[in-house]
């Protein structure tokens, strides 16, 4: 009989299919729970999203467990796999082996890495002064991550920031041809511009080599059809479910102080049965049913 596939599988399978996939940010529990049951195949655990529902900033200021911790309960809640943002790895090679560990142990399918120095920044604040990881030292990264994982399916990209740093599109190839060659299962070439020319130009350039992700925060307004027709494998929508959670609880923090009230709030949030609904109560009515709920 076939076994059902596991979540590093997949993964992996969305990556080597033809078809452009959707993977969305989660940041916690119930937000990969409700990008699950929109319908996404697969759950971007964001350093970004996870960092900043935590109050802390996106510069390394959780530790590698506390995020690991955050991603655990992601993949407990959920049954599609979870793309953990590794960053860079949270040290050398050794801490990036150890990381690789961790996350199958905790049932993650995959981890992505990217070629800038601990502790990071995000792209988008102060991406073309940050310093580049040597691509030797990164590509040794990317061997022991591969060489340390148990399961042959868990999936490890690797991401280069070469564009974000302004080195330039030539740069660029070469990390992302070297990262290759090195053993990821995929490449993200990160972009922080309006337009997706340089994008094309590197998509153009790479000539479907190896699986492509992409993450379009800031070039958003192309279709996503231009990404389909290029074969990319995958986009990742990076922080949506963050920014939809911050303006929802900004309007109802401030219109109960506003209005000493929450009658005018209540009817457009979420009810309590909904709640309860996403924590998955039902199943723990069924396990009472059949083992008792007694103390
Ligand atoms: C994240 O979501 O944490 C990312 C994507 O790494 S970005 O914020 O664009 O760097
Ligand atoms: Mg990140």
């Given at each position: 009989t076939d076994s059902p596939p596991t979540k590093a599988q997949m993964l992996r399978a969305l990556l080597t299919t033809t078809r452009l996939d959707f993977i969305m940010e989660a940041h916690n529990g119930l937000s990969a729970r409700i990008a699950e049951e929109a319908g996404f195949p697969a759950i971007w655990a964001s350093g970004l999203a996870i960092s900043a529902s935590l109050g802390v900033r996106d510069n390394n200021e959780a530790s590698w467990t506390q995020v690991v911790e955050v991603a655990e309960f992601m993949a407990d809640a959920t049954q599609v796999p979870i793309l953990f943002d590794g960053d860079t790895g949270f040290g050398n090679f050794n801490n990036f082996r150890r990381l690789v560990r961790k996350l199958e142990q905790r049932g993650i399918a995959g981890v992505c890495l990217e070629d800038k120095i601990f502790p990071k920044?995000?792209?988008?604040?102060?991406?073309?002064?940050?310093?580049?990881?040597?691509?030797?030292?990164?590509?040794?990264?990317?061997k022991a991550g591969k060489d340390a994982q148990y399961d042959e399916s868990f999936v490890?990209?690797?991401?280069?920031?070469?564009?974000?740093?302004?080195?330039?599109?030539?740069?660029?190839?070469?990390?992302?041809?070297?990262?290759?060659?090195?053993?990821?299962?995929?490449?993200?070439?990160?972009?922080?511009?309006?337009?997706?020319?340089?994008?094309?130009?590197?998509?153009?350039?790479?000539?479907?080599?190896?699986?492509?992700?992409?993450?379009?925060?800031?070039y958003h307004t192309t279709p996503t059809q231009h990404f389909a027709r290029r074969r990319v494998a995958a986009l990742i929508w990076a922080?949506?479910?963050?920014r939809s959670s911050i303006a929802a609880m900004q309007s109802t923090a401030?219109?109960?102080?506003?209005?000493?009230?929450?009658?005018?709030?209540?009817?457009?949030?979420?009810?309590?049965?909904?709640v309860f609904r996403l924590q998955g109560d039902?199943?723990?009515?069924?396990?009472e049913g059949r083992f008792g709920d007694g103390a």
């Amino acid at each position: 009989t076939d076994s059902p596939p596991t979540k590093a599988q997949m993964l992996r399978a969305l990556l080597t299919t033809t078809r452009l996939d959707f993977i969305m940010e989660a940041h916690n529990g119930l937000s990969a729970r409700i990008a699950e049951e929109a319908g996404f195949p697969a759950i971007w655990a964001s350093g970004l999203a996870i960092s900043a529902s935590l109050g802390v900033r996106d510069n390394n200021e959780a530790s590698w467990t506390q995020v690991v911790e955050v991603a655990e309960f992601m993949a407990d809640a959920t049954q599609v796999p979870i793309l953990f943002d590794g960053d860079t790895g949270f040290g050398n090679f050794n801490n990036f082996r150890r990381l690789v560990r961790k996350l199958e142990q905790r049932g993650i399918a995959g981890v992505c890495l990217e070629d800038k120095i601990f502790p990071k920044a995000n792209s988008f604040q102060r991406g073309p002064s940050q310093l580049l990881a040597p691509v030797d030292d990164f590509c040794g990264k990317i061997k022991a991550g591969k060489d340390a994982q148990y399961d042959e399916s868990f999936v490890l990209i690797a991401r280069t920031e070469a564009l974000i740093a302004g080195c330039g599109l030539a740069e660029a190839i070469r990390r992302a041809e070297a990262y290759r060659q090195a053993g990821a299962d995929a490449i993200i070439v990160h972009s922080a511009h309006a337009s997706p020319d340089e994008i094309f130009a590197f998509l153009d350039r790479w000539e479907n080599r190896h699986p492509i992700i992409l993450i379009p925060t800031k070039y958003h307004t192309t279709p996503t059809q231009h990404f389909a027709r290029r074969r990319v494998a995958a986009l990742i929508w990076a922080n949506h479910l963050l920014r939809s959670s911050i303006a929802a609880m900004q309007s109802t923090a401030v219109r109960i102080v506003r209005e000493r009230s929450v009658s005018r709030i209540e009817p457009k949030i979420a009810s309590l049965n909904e709640v309860f609904r996403l924590q998955g109560d039902e199943e723990l009515r069924v396990a009472e049913g059949r083992f008792g709920d007694g103390a």
